[in-house]
């Protein structure tokens, strides 16, 4: 039976449509973009291990970091064994990372749920976030840009699904629990335990619907109408193909993960600190304008712009190019992040207004990075290539908040803080940015001494592997 996710047994039949693939893509992204919704119950873990918010937060840390090393760990696995046998081990992992983390919970320890969510939750995300990626980039090579979009949006919206989904099983598993009607309400251990049991199985299951689907084209697949050699005209993508190992030798890898790194963190910036932040910007003697649940809605609303940008700012990209859209990320991300820092506060609309473009900047960098990628390397082992560049992802989890919060802590204390007290993380991020944008501008194509042979590359297209 596991012979079934091997490589040979995923190429598609002739007539096999494409566009089966991007609905398998979503089915793993949308079930491990659960991660961004652990806030929905850090108050009940926090509550049942009578443990303090930086104890419980590690957990999240610990799988973003675990995401993007298991991605560049990975990389070169992935794409040799194909995306099905990749997405199955994403779906065991993930899925066990709940499991795991349940048994920690009922037990009372933690560190079960460090192991659990944590570390094997987060090799499920690394494996999970690039299976698709190479093949999405194989079936679409005429729209690399939409095809990433497509599924790489469905990360950001699975929050989306899994917060109120995560709320309503809390309250069906507990009945004295109703976040609606108490502020700081916390659900019992006993919910907590068969909401991670529930949400692991029945992501597993969503997960195999991906993992049945997903094909490969044929070696000599090509879509209706696509003429390989337009390529040849643009200068920033090539036909050759270079290795993950080769990669990681360039200037120009090097470039892409400091463009990464800048631009998630300064889209953390506005993430992390989302729901306090629209209140203390519009603070006065003490009282915020803006209710609790307003700004619930606004993360809400954040969300929806970090899933819409993904597949807006990425689709964008192919027809400006990749280098384009990520002057646009960051140049316009600059001017963003001064009125934000100077005129925020004149007025909520405003305020709301221009942390939502900054935020889809953020969704659209993640999604465009793959495609930026493929232009620059090529399809051979541009899977691989991508988990290495995932690192800057973690890096900037750590960073993003590191630089809020330490700038926060300086100017006061939680519910006292006004919007002064954001100026300098925001004009901080500004020059994060400006980082970014220089080292955008620098990339140009690899060198030529640092592609495959004509005939490894070409296998390689395919098959992921030298022939």
Request: one cysteine or more; proline letters at 5%; charged letters at 10%.
């Amino acid at each position: 039976m596991l012979s079934a996710l091997d490589r040979r047994h995923t190429v598609a039949p002739p007539g096999y449509s494409r566009w089966l693939i991007p609905p398998a893509a979503l089915a793993i992204h949308l079930c491990i973009g659960q991660v961004y919704a652990t806030s929905v119950y850090k108050n009940s873990l926090i509550a049942h291990f009578d443990a303090s918010q930086t104890a419980i937060g590690v957990i999240f840390s610990l799988a973003i970091v675990m995401l993007g090393l298991s991605a560049a760990a990975a990389g070169t696995w992935v794409e040799r064994n194909g995306p099905r046998k990749a997405m199955f081990v994403s779906a065991c992992f993930w899925a066990a990372g709940f499991l795991v983390g349940a048994v920690g919970i009922a037990t009372g320890q933690l560190w079960l749920l460090y192991v659990g969510y944590g570390l094997l939750g987060g090799i499920g995300l690394g494996i999970g976030y690039i299976s698709p990626v190479s093949t999405l980039i194989k079936w679409f090579p005429d729209r690399p840009g939409l095809a990433t979009g497509l599924a790489i949006m469905g990360f950001g919206g699975g929050a989306m699904v899994a917060s109120p989904l995560s709320r309503q099983l809390l309250s069906l598993y507990d009945s004295g629990y109703d976040p609606d009607a108490t502020a700081g309400a916390t659900a019992s251990g006993t919910a907590l335990v068969w909401l991670f049991v529930t949400l692991g199985v029945g992501y597993f299951v969503i997960m195999m619907f991906g993992v049945a689907n997903v094909r490969v084209p044929a070696a000599d697949w090509q879509p209706a109408g696509f003429d390989p050699a337009r390529a040849k005209v643009k200068l920033m993508v090539t036909t050759a193909s270079v290795s993950a190992a080769n990669a990681v030798r360039t200037r120009q890898f090097w470039l892409l993960w400091v463009v990464l790194f800048c631009n998630v963190t300064a889209g953390i910036g506005i993430l992390e600190q989302a729901s306090p932040m629209i209140q203390d910007f519009f603070r006065e003697e003490g009282t915020s304008a803006v209710s609790v649940a307003a700004a619930g809605g606004f993360v809400g609303l954040l969300s929806l712009f970090n899933m819409g940008g993904r597949f807006v700012w990425s689709s964008t990209s192919d027809m400006i190019g990749r280098k384009s859209v990520y002057v646009l990320y960051l140049g316009v991300g600059m001017v963003l992040y001064l009125l934000l820092a100077l005129f925020g506060q004149v007025a909520p609309a405003l305020f709301v207004l221009l942390a939502c473009v900054i935020v889809s900047f953020y969704g659209g960098g993640f999604a465009t990075m793959p495609a930026y990628l493929r232009d620059l390397f090529g399809t051979y082992q541009v899977g691989a290539i991508h988990g290495r560049v995932l690192t800057a992802w973690s890096a900037a989890g750590v960073a993003g908040p590191l630089i809020v919060n330490g700038f926060l802590d300086a100017k006061g204390t939680p519910g006292t803080l006004t919007a002064a007290g954001y100026r300098p993380a925001l004009l901080t991020m500004l020059g994060v940015l400006a980082v970014g944008f220089v080292a955008n501008l620098l990339v140009r194509p690899v060198p030529e001494r640092f592609h495959e042979p004509a005939a490894v590359g070409s296998g390689g297209v395919q098959g992921g592997i030298a022939r």
